[in-house]
């Protein structure tokens, strides 16, 4: 059996994160959540992410 690579365990580690942190919302709340860390993402790492047609609704 081989070890799985840092990077692998890293990947899975966020994603149990996230879903710990919205298992128990709406579609709404998990829209929410995703566009204020996508919002924190452009601002800690500058970066200017095309918005889509549904972000300005």
Do not use: F, G
């Not at 692998?8 to 959540?33: C, G, L, P, S």
């Amino acid at each position: 059996m081989s070890k799985e690579p840092e990077a692998m365990r890293m990947i899975h580690k966020i994603q149990e994160e996230i879903y710990e942190d919205t298992k128990h919302m709406t579609v709404a709340q998990k829209v929410a959540y995703i566009n204020k860390e996508a919002q924190e993402l452009e601002k800690n790492y500058n970066l200017h992410l095309r918005k889509t047609a549904h972000a300005h609704k």
